[in-house]
């Protein structure tokens, strides 16, 4: 619910990272071993991998890695969802099953090396207190690869939508309403 994630996280909350893979699972071990490099800050860690009905040699390899990571929780499509349904369902474990306040979704091709990710995008939260956030895509040779948005907004137009969003995010925490305005 809304209500669980429009507010900064307590020192005991979860902070996860839903994986996507389909057959790649070197991929996945990559991605997860960044994750682990990260600073946590105050927050515990969880890693959810949804595995999108990969062949079963991927399905024993990924189980080989990660099983017994206590860290780490495999889900097991029964079909391959799609990326949307695929990350539906990790999103869902994640805020359902384990009470996670802040849920990252990657890709399993995805590497985050800038250390204190966790920590920024915290401090970001407590700044803005927005609902999504999007990266800046960087690939190999420094060319950011993001998607357009019809809209550029300036320093000032930003603050006007923080205002704005803060007053809905109020709103809805004292009268359990939601509305959204630009």
């Known amino acids: 619910s809304l209500a669980r994630l429009a507010h900064v996280p307590s020192q005991s909350s979860i902070f996860c990272f839903v994986v996507l893979q389909y057959n790649k699972v070197e991929l996945t071990e990559q991605c997860v071993a960044s994750l682990r490099l990260l600073r946590p800050g105050s927050q515990r860690v969880h890693i959810v991998i949804v595995d999108n009905k990969s062949n079963e040699s991927v399905i024993a390899r990924t189980r080989e890695l990660f099983d017994s990571s206590a860290d780490v929780t495999l889900l ?42 966790i920590e920024r995008t915290l401090s970001l939260f407590e700044q803005w207190a927005f609902s999504v956030a999007g990266p800046d895509v960087v ?33 809805y925490l004292e009268t359990g309403k939601t509305s959204f305005r630009k």
Do not use: C, M
């Open 139 to 171: 690939i190999a040779g420094g060319r950011h690869e993001n998607p357009w948005n019809d809209n550029v907004y300036s320093l000032d137009e930003w603050k006007t939508l923080h205002a704005l969003r803060s007053s809905e995010r109020q709103s």
């Open 76 to 117: 097991l499509s029964e079909s391959n969802l799609g990326f949307s349904s695929g990350n539906n369902l990790g999103y869902a474990y994640a805020r359902d099953k384990l009470g996670a306040r802040f849920v990252i979704v990657l890709n399993n091709d995805t590497r985050i090396d800038q250390g204190d990710f």
